[in-house]
């Protein structure tokens, strides 16, 4: 069965680079969020989409912004990178609100 | 402020033995989720309850929610060493449009 899919899968990059992080979320899926997760942390909430309009925002930082596309894959969009912002970033989708989530792999993202 | 949490923070049982791990939460919710996160990689859905269910079962697997108390239990019975991973409760707050908040895992290690 088709998963979720992120890449790149790894990312390096140096203070004040952007990066951009897509997900491709399983076919038919209607809701796609993005969290953020810190060595040994929780996954944070950063923002969702319903149908290709935002739907909820979380602690997302005002450097970072993303969007769905008609194809309903989606973007992360990191500018002016921080040490701080080295993290997993997870990308995940599900069928319908308030219903399971289904992962992607991650995109580890180090900046240096 | 932290949604969900957990504890114990970290669990250490012999494989074969049951393993109970304990989830509380601040505010009203939809549903509650547990999902479990093999070291690096993405989370994996184990199993929701609805906020009018008390209990439910799934394998070896059992989830008890008590919205009067606001917490949550996951048990896993006749635990193996593949169970070894962190675990996450996450709640779908009344609310939120598409937002699952997750809570801090526990760490469960099951010695074979």
């Known amino acids: 069965a088709a998963g979720v899919i992120q890449s790149p899968r790894h990312l390096i990059k140096e203070k004040r680079e952007t990066a951009t992080l897509k997900c491709y979320p399983i076919?038919?899926?209607?809701?796609v969020y993005w969290y953020q997760q810190g060595p040994g942390q929780d996954p944070q909430f950063l923002i969702s989409f319903y149908e290709k309009m935002q739907s909820d925002k979380g602690s997302i930082p005002d450097r970072f912004s993303a969007q769905q596309f008609s194809d309903y894959h989606s973007e992360l969009n990191m500018s002016s990178l921080e040490l701080g912002d080295s993290a997993l970033y997870f990308c995940?989708?599900?069928?319908?609100?308030?219903?399971?989530?289904?992962f992607g792999s991650g995109t580890q993202l180090s900046v240096l | 402020s932290q949604q969900g949490e957990e504890d114990p923070q970290a669990l250490s049982i012999q494989e074969g033995e049951n393993a109970t791990m304990n989830c509380s939460y601040k505010t009203s919710i939809n549903n509650l989720q547990w999902y479990r996160q093999n070291s690096g990689r993405g989370l994996v859905h184990l199993i929701l309850i609805r906020s009018n269910e008390r209990e439910k079962h799934s394998g070896r697997l059992r989830v008890t929610l008590d919205t009067s108390k606001k917490s949550s239990s996951l048990l896993i019975t006749a635990s193996r060493a593949a169970d070894t991973a962190s675990y996450f409760c996450a709640t779908d707050i009344t609310g939120a449009n598409s937002k699952l908040t997750f809570g801090k895992g526990i760490t469960l290690s099951v010695r074979p």
């Open positions: 995940a989708s599900s069928l319908g609100r308030g219903r399971k989530l289904f």
């Open positions: 076919p038919r899926h209607d809701t």
